[in-house]
Structures are given as C-alpha cells and as structure tokens.
C-alpha cells in the first residue's frame, strides 16, 4: 500500500515537472527561440561604409515565403539600411538571403507560421536578387528583385 502511494506520487511530480518545463519553453521573447533581432545578426547587415553608428532604416518590406515563392516578387527600397520582416506561410523551413556585390546576406532559418526581423545595408542603387538560400528551394522559384533606389 505504501509502495504505490510512493509511486503515484512520484507519478504525479514527473508530470508536473513536465508541464512546467513545457510552459516556460513556451513563453519569453523571440530571441529566446534563437531568433535574431536585426540589430544584432552576425551577417545579415554589413557595416555602414561611413563607420560610426548604424544607419536609420530608410524602407521597412514585409516578404511572405511558402513553397515556392516569395511575395512581392519584386519590392522597392531606398539605399542605405533595409529592415525585412521574413513571414514563413508555408509548411516548411525557409530563410531569406540577398546578394550584394556577390555576397549573401542571410537570415536564420524560419519556421512555418513564423516571423523574424531581417536587415541589411545597401548604399549603391542597383537591382539586387533575393532569395531562399534552403538549398533548391532557389531552382524551384523563391526568388526575386529587390529595386534600390537613391536616399529620399
């Protein structure tokens, strides 16, 4: 009789112990679930070619992904720093990436029904590709144009 009250017991603090570590994994701010805020990607935004402080972001572009396209196909944005808001509509992991002067530009992998901040810098005016970087997700069609144009 003892014995299986101890293990009733001991069944009981496992799984509540389970469900508190469910409901703290749950909650907390979006860099707790290894997303990167724009601020702070290691190489999603190149260095201000004027060194000294960021720029100020002088477009904001929200860009939806699912298989397989990213919406708009083609966006506008003014030089200088470009803040992205990614959107994964799909089903699968997508990233965003941008290429300039021959470098990628890319976010971290977003997962399906989720958002991450993205920004990158871009001084000359020029058409640049974006893309998803996931590897064939780029053949497939998630690709497009990102328009700079001079400061406002």
Not at 9 to 25: G, K, N, P, T
Not at 36 to 44: E, L, Q, R, V, Y
Request: glycine content about 10%; overall charge positive.
């Amino acid at each position: 009789m003892v014995r299986t009250r101890r293990w009733s017991w001991m069944l009981i603090l496992a799984a509540f112990a389970a469900i508190s570590i469910l409901v703290l994994a749950g909650c907390g701010s979006s860099t707790s679930a290894g997303l990167t805020p724009p601020s702070s990607s290691g190489n999603a935004e190149p260095s201000p070619s004027s060194g000294g402080t960021p720029p100020v972001s002088n477009s904001v572009l929200t860009m939806s992904e699912k298989e397989y396209s990213i919406t708009p196909a083609t966006t506008t944005a003014h030089s200088g720093k470009i803040d992205f808001t990614i959107k994964n509509d799909g089903t699968i992991v997508h990233n965003f990436a941008v290429d300039v002067a021959g470098k990628e530009y890319k976010s971290s992998d977003v997962k399906p029904g989720m958002s991450i901040p993205f920004s990158v810098t871009i001084s000359t005016p020029g058409d640049y590709q974006f893309y998803c970087a996931i590897p064939g997700h780029r053949a497939l069609g998630m690709q497009g144009t990102l328009k700079v144009t001079g400061n406002p």
